[in-house]
Nanobody, 126 residues
Framework: QVQLLESGGGLVQAGGSLRLSCAASGRTFSAYTMGWFRRTPGKEREFVTIITGGTTYYADSVKGRFTISRDNAKNMVYLQMNSLKVEDTAVYYC?????????????????????WGQGTQVTVSS
């Protein structure tokens, strides 16, 4: 099992920045891929970004504004969010999985990921 704990969420004005952190513990060697999804009320969980074998993938909606990074020595993954928009408001979930993902559609599916954090709220005000 891998346990994931997010931190860094909060309230920010549009155009501002936030940095989310996710600490992994347990069988961290099982977390080959790590990343972030988000959910807004009434909507399905939405892919944001993953880092898998050193390759990064981003949702089109965040490309150029968000950056994912990973520190394997600390078992941490980070999400730097810049130029935030009101529509980025959501609960952000850290995810991990033992598989490596390529450019196919599997990376977009929430069900592809075995491990989820409890989520951290990000609210962007206008």
């Amino acid at each position: 099992q891998v346990q994931l704990l997010e931190s860094g969420g909060g309230l920010v004005q549009a155009g501002g920045s936030l940095r989310l952190s996710c600490a992994a513990s347990g069988r961290t060697f099982s977390a080959y891929t790590m990343g972030w999804f988000r959910r807004t009320p009434g909507k399905e969980r939405e892919f944001v970004t993953i880092i898998t074998g050193g390759t990064t993938y981003y949702a089109d909606s965040v490309k150029g504004r968000f950056t994912i990074s990973r520190d394997n020595a600390k078992n941490m993954v980070y999400l730097q969010m810049n130029s935030l928009k009101v529509e980025d408001t959501a609960v952000y979930y850290c995810v991990a999985d033992g598989q490596r993902y390529g450019p196919g559609p599997a990376r977009f599916r929430p069900g592809s990921y075995d491990y989820w954090g409890q989520g951290t709220q990000v609210t962007v005000s206008s």
